[in-house]
């Protein structure tokens, strides 16, 4: 899998990936499918930064996958923290790519001044969390039904890895 940051050309491709995920899963707490200009406006936030960074795998021409690093909240008191999230496309799961993915965001935050990583992983999860757990993040938190999607409520996990 070849890695390298997203581009503008990427975005059709990340949507349809996350848009799946949204219509089918709890694993987003987005609940309507995104449009591509609002994708756009979310693509915004990766640029001219040194830490927001969006990075795309791909396989022989085929987007496996996408990984992002994101503001964990908007006071400045978090700026040394992120959330990150990672989603593959279902027909490319269970086979590293997620792995090497987050292994290389990981590796490139190291180099910059962030000391958090948190990843927001909805109950149950067992793929996510084993992904997790093998790269070193651990749980440190629960929200308790925090999310309603489907008609029914759903916990959230936090996983955190200290750079
Ligand atoms: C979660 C996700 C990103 C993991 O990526 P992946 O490429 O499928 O996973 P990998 O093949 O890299 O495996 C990562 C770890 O999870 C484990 N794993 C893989 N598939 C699994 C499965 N079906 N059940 C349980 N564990 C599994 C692997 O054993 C591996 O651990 P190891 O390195 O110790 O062996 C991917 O499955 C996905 O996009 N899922 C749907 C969206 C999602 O849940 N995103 C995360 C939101 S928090």
């Known amino acids: 899998m070849e890695i390298s940051l997203a581009k503008n ?3 059709n491709g990340i949507n349809d990936i996350y848009n799946y995920y949204i219509s089918n899963t709890a694993y987003t707490f987005d609940i309507n499918q995104r449009t591509i200009e609002e994708k756009k406006e979310w693509f915004h936030q990766f640029k001219n930064s040194e830490t927001s960074i969006c990075l795309v795998g791909y396989k022989n021409d085929e987007l496996v996958g996408f ?3 994101t503001k964990f909240r908007e006071k400045e008191a978090y700026n040394q923290s ?9 027909k490319f799961k269970g086979k590293g790519f997620g792995k090497k993915l987050m292994f290389e965001l990981i590796t490139r935050l190291k180099s910059t001044n962030i000391k ?12 996510s969390i084993n992904l997790h757990k ?26 955190e890895l200290k750079l």
Request: net charge positive.
């Open 134 to 159: 093998t790269l070193n993040f651990t749980k440190v938190g629960t929200l308790n039904n925090v999310g309603y999607k489907f008609k029914k409520y759903w916990s959230v996990h936090i996983y």
């Open 67 to 69: 990984v992002c690093s």
């Open 9 to 11: 050309k990427d975005l």
């Open 82 to 90: 992120l959330e990150t999230s990672v989603y593959i496309n279902e």
């Open 116 to 127: 958090n990583l948190y990843a927001l992983i909805t109950y149950p999860n067992k793929t």
